[in-house]
């Protein structure tokens, strides 16, 4: 009866013993892959952040002042955006815009939407469909 107790015992160590070898190696291993994930999370952010750069310097958004008080009153605003060096109207029905700077603009701002939400990996609420015209 005790030699069972003793066998028993003994197997209960070598169960145990054999249980934190497994748990250690279980945790190296995860350790190990943890790096490599944060490593190539690193690597991934680290590429976004230079394709939005290389963005930003293909189509650059800039704000401009208006100083012609003939062409903007004073009610309106005193500055206009412009994207790769092309006003974008503040009133895309206004009479004054042409139709080649509208579509211009509003297609590089599609385009730079649709990349930026491509980079970052997020969906647009709205589908962006580009029809190079009104």
């Known amino acids: 009866m005790e030699e069972e107790t003793n066998h028993i015992t003994w197997i209960m160590e ?4 054999i249980n ?3 748990i250690l190696q279980v945790m190296k291993t995860t350790g190990i892959e943890s790096t490599a994930l944060y490593r190539s999370e690193f690597r991934l952010e680290a590429h976004r ?9 293909i189509l650059p958004i800039r704000v401009t002042s208006i100083n012609n008080i ?3 009153p004073p ?3 005193q500055h206009q955006y412009t994207i790769a060096s092309i006003p974008l109207p503040d009133d895309i029905h206004s009479a004054s815009v042409s ?3 509208l579509s211009t603009s509003i297609g590089f701002l599609c385009y730079l ?4 939400s491509k980079y970052l990996a997020i969906t647009p609420r709205y589908k962006l ?3 190079f015209s009104r």
């Open 129 to 131: 469909v580009c029809r």
């Open 75 to 77: 009610q309106y605003p």
């Open 113 to 116: 939407v649709s990349l930026t």
């Open 49 to 57: 952040i230079r394709l939005l750069k290389q963005l930003q310097s």
């Open 20 to 22: 934190q070898e497994s």
């Open 99 to 101: 139709d080649d700077q």
């Open 70 to 72: 003939a062409v903007n």
């Open 14 to 17: 070598q169960i145990q013993q």
